[in-house]
């Protein structure tokens, strides 16, 4: 080859990587409203004034870290700063706060969790944790604290989606599966929602089924959804009844305390229709007060009936 063919060459192989770079560094000083220069083979980037860090330029080691951890160390305290505003105002607005502390350990490593919490949604799930601890020592375990360092974003979306709509049956809280077509139908939970939220540790895994009315001397059975109740009676059912479940686990069960619930009686007038034709009886119920000794004080709303079917019909006419 010629050397005019090879020079030609080299120049359009240093055109493009010329316009390559260009690129890039005109992205990076839109970004952050840096002046960047490139130069020779020499790229060139001044410094915020207000804060170093993000100079480039060659340093000593040691200064370079020194800026590192300075401003690591002012992120974690706007972070911590952040979590606890959210707690603060949680707690503004509760009079009954526990005279019991927390305990020293929990709040050691809550705080060395929370000061690495940067995403404003996530610093408010960590501020009404520690409003909820203060409110009530023992009420969020280590191992939820652990839980809450991995999750991300989407995991607290995906958990909000289902636990909204979660019962409790004594100390048992789940998802009911009865119907899951009615359930992808209405309210948009489908068996993904299952996985991942049982993926990351909020559920079991595997359906399970919620065992009623197993004694013969059990004649009424309680769900309560927040601030509404399905209220099932034995009726004329003369057997156990098996209830098919997404059950939380114990981590699942201290989250939820933060999800608002749905208050949403179709899907316990749902649930009723399913007890309804096992020849039991359900009402929905809407709570008043719920009592220190577990008792709830409640007034009745409506009572689910059968739908009538055709056969229903001819043989009333």
Do not use: C
């Not at 000083?29 to 915020?48: N, S």
């Not at 969790?113 to 969020?140: C, H, N, T």
């Amino acid at each position: 080859m010629s050397r005019p063919y090879l020079a030609k060459k080299d120049s359009e192989a240093k055109a493009h990587e010329i316009r390559v770079i260009s690129a890039a560094l005109k992205e990076v000083a839109e970004q952050h409203r840096l002046p960047v220069i490139y130069k020779e083979g020499v790229i060139e980037v001044w410094q915020k004034p207000e804060d170093r860090t993000l100079a480039l330029d060659a340093l000593p080691p040691e200064e370079r870290t020194a800026l590192r951890l300075d401003y690591q160390e002012r992120k974690r305290q706007q972070n911590i700063e952040g979590i606890t505003s959210v707690a603060a105002a949680e707690l503004s607005q509760i009079d009954d706060i526990s005279g019991e502390k927390p305990d020293e350990d929990w709040i050691t490593r809550f705080f060395s969790s929370a000061q690495d919490i940067s995403s404003e949604q996530m610093q408010d799930l960590w501020g009404r944790v520690l409003a909820g601890e203060i409110k009530k020592p023992g009420s969020y375990s280590l191992k939820t604290l652990e839980f809450m360092r991995n999750v991300t974003k989407s995991d607290a979306a995906a958990l909000e989606h289902v636990g909204k709509i979660s019962l409790q049956y004594g100390a048992t809280t789940f998802i009911a599966t009865h119907d899951q077509n009615w359930l992808q139908e209405h309210l948009k939970i489908y068996p993904g929602h299952h996985f991942s939220v049982s993926e990351m540790g909020a559920m079991y895994p595997t359906d399970l089924n919620l065992r009623l009315f197993r004694e013969d001397s059990t004649q009424e059975e309680v769900f309560v959804a927040g601030d509404l109740m399905l209220l099932v009676s034995r009726g004329e059912n003369k057997s156990e009844i098996q209830l098919p479940m997404w059950k939380f686990t114990m981590v699942g069960r201290e989250l939820l305390a933060l999800i608002p619930k749905a208050n949403d009686e179709t899907y316990l007038e749902s649930l009723g229709l399913f007890f309804v034709e096992k020849k039991a009886n359900a009402r929905i119920a809407r709570v008043i007060e719920k009592l220190p000794d577990g008792r709830i004080r409640y007034n009745d709303i409506r009572t689910i009936d059968k739908p009538s079917t055709l056969d229903d019909a001819k043989t009333e006419a």
